[in-house]
T-cell receptor
Framework: SAVISQKPSRDICQRGTSLTIQCQVDSQVTMMFWYRQQPGQSLTLIATANQGSEATYESGFVIDKFPISRPNLTFSTLTVSNMSPEDSSIYLC????????????FGPGTRLTVL | AQKVTQAQTEISVVEKEDVTLDCVYETRDTTYYLFWYKQPPSGELVFLIRRNSFDEQNEISGRYSWNFQKSTSSFNFTITASQVVDSAVYFCALSETEWAGTGANNLFFGTGTRLTVIP
């Protein structure tokens, strides 16, 4: 299994500012992902964080708004830029654990409120 | 295109009752993977099960059981003798990508079913 931590766990931010969320995994993983869960909604994949190259973004998400870094196999950051109240969500880091189980684990999430 | 439907938005049961959460999926791939996750009030997502499309055997884990029926594209989840700690939102998810560790892997989530177990 993989143990995932995220910082901050929650934050309240002003419109127009940016927030960087950190994701740390206790073991090296190949695949890391960032998801968004808007209030009362399901989860939507933002992007796949690729180590050593640019992230792969899903439709509706762009690098300028959600820049992602993945400097190594245990760490990634997601920045929510120029925030608006519509960005208020839970942001979750997720990793794919290798081996026969191939489970996908999720971090505890970062609850973001934009005023 | 892929789609996961959880038609039950909210379910309430009395403790010790059995409850089944429905999940219906759509995919054009012959190889795919189905998942169930639990999201308790604390917010973290807890992995429950992963099933590939070639394995239709039902699975039982303690009070949890899963019924995979390719003929009806369903992957239902049953909790027997429900407990208050089972109260959570349960998500069904689908992945069409081979878990080879290459390329993007995307979990498509259903909208979730909120289960409330009343003591």
């Amino acid at each position: 299994s993989a143990v995932i931590s995220q910082k901050p766990s929650r934050d309240i931010c002003q419109r127009g500012t940016s927030l960087t969320i950190q994701c740390q995994v206790d073991s090296q993983v190949t695949m890391m992902f960032w998801y968004r869960q808007q209030p009362g909604q399901s989860l939507t994949l933002i992007a796949t964080a690729n180590q050593g190259s640019e992230a792969t973004y899903e439709s509706g998400f762009v690098i300028d708004k959600f820049p992602i870094s993945r400097p190594n196999l245990t760490f990634s950051t997601l920045t929510v830029s120029n925030m608006s109240p519509e960005d208020s969500s839970i942001y979750l880091c997720s990793v794919l654990a290798g081996g026969p189980s191939n489970e996908q684990f999720f971090g505890p999430g970062t609850r973001l409120t934009v005023l | 295109a892929q789609k996961v439907t959880q038609a039950q938005t909210e379910i309430s049961v009395v403790e010790k009752e059995d409850v089944t959460l429905d999940c219906v999926y759509e995919t054009r791939d012959t190889t795919y993977y189905l998942f169930w996750y639990k999201q308790p009030p604390s917010g973290e997502l807890v992995f429950l099960i992963r099933r590939n499309s070639f394995d239709e055997q039902n699975e039982i884990s303690g009070r949890y059981s899963w019924n995979f029926q390719k003929s009806t594209s369903s992957f239902n989840f049953t909790i027997t003798a429900s407990q208050v700690v089972d109260s959570a939102v349960y998500f069904c998810a689908l992945s069409e990508t081979e878990w080879a560790g290459t390329g993007a892997n995307n979990l498509f989530f259903g909208t979730g079913t909120r289960l409330t177990v009343i003591p």
